[in-house]
């Protein structure tokens, strides 16, 4: 039945956004659908009726975009991804300026029309390399390691679980990042906010005395290079080296996590150093060359990652493998974008990045793919915003395989209060930035449960992911 206070659906209809949900609860008993990890709706309709004078109707709430971190975090990745030109030339994925952008090419829009003409997953066998699949029991060889979701308004701003370092064993939470190759935690921080790691405490800790920094998106971190015994439930690396960190920028010191756990490929380490789990493979410690990530939204915990497994209950579907172009980070080829029926062809290389929030691609692909969303326009920055009555289908397509995104990841919630307008998530690098290079990231893997393998020479694989439900 519907609730019979009119006065409190009146307040309701005038209340800031701040006070709206708990009038929310209040009206219906329910919690509201931000925090029970629903997500975002374009249209929230709130059911109501006036038992005096027997009116009912709906409530349309559409929650307000929170500028703040998204705005840092298009500035953030622009940092975090500077040299990314530099990383990708040797093996041939950067733009040649001399060529024809594929964008204005027919042959390449008919080609990738073709690619894109449905929105399934086409269906493969779950693996075709042993996995082990875990349940409520690990096996020895696998760790399945539980992420707590840093949420912030509409965002999912970072995922981050417990390791543990030294001997004896110190617990510590990391930022899981795919984007980055480097493990480093606070160590003798003077300025820092965080829990440290205490090496004095540590029989197996050495500082090698080398200088240790790396920029991230987020900040800058610096220190000494240092080594020590790093381990996830039974898995355990013997003389990880990682980041000694005594200084942050204050980007850092906003974070609740610890530290960060790097798991891209070695080869762009700042340390010059194997990654955690590139050190885990080498010491035979994992049952299988990869591991898994599942990522809950607007859930601050159920999100986890699978070290040398795969949890079949976070999926609802088959694996499809997308091969690796370049193991630096997990570089994909991404060859098109699919909104509303309409194929965008992108022929881009594509890092999936578990460490950042949203998706980012060339300005020229982020133009026509609003072009095909009703009421679409730029509001600068590398920012779209598009009607809020519209409801747009719009899947990234890896390897000629389309993959859809959730709409509930994608509106980032109305321009400012009475507009009709809501941003997008899908936001433009700028004509600066490396034009064959898109950044996708936790917008589209809380809908696609990711697999990081290293066999096979390098592939990651995509099931559709229980967060769905």
Known sequence: ??????????????????????????????????????????????????????????????????????????????????????????????????????????????????NLSGTSVSAEAHADVLIPLVNANPTPQAANDPLTDYISGMLDLEYFGPLNLGTPKQQLTFDIDTGSADLWILVGCDTCNNRQFESTKSQTYRDTKQLFSVTYGSGQVSGTLARDTVSVGSLTATTQYFGAVNQVSDDFNETPSDGLVGLAFGSIASSGRPTFFETLMSQGSVAAPLFSVFLERKQMHGSEICFGCYDMTKAIGPITWVPVTSKTYWAVSMDGVLVNGHPVATLLTAAIDTGTTLIYVPEIVARQVYEHIPGAQSIGNGFYSYNCSSYPTISLSFGGKAFRLSMQDFNLGRLSPGSNQCVGGILSLGNNFESSFAIIGDEFLKSWYSTYDYSHGARVGFSPSVANQ
């Open 1 to 114: 039945m519907y609730t019979s206070y009119l006065s409190l659906t009146l307040l309701f209809l005038l209340a800031p956004e701040a006070a709206a949900w708990p009038l929310y609860s209040s009206l219906t008993g329910r919690t509201p659908p931000i925090a029970s990890g629903v997500g975002y709706l374009a249209k929230l309709r709130l059911p109501f009726r006036s038992a005096a004078s027997n009116i009912t109707g709906t409530i349309d709430i559409v929650p307000l975009f929170d500028a703040k971190y998204a705005e840092r975090e298009l500035q953030d990745v622009l940092k975090k991804y500077a040299n990314v030109t530099d990383i990708l030339k040797d093996v041939g994925l950067v733009s040649d300026p001399s060529i024809i952008n594929p964008l204005n090419n027919a042959e390449a829009r008919a080609g990738s029309a073709t």
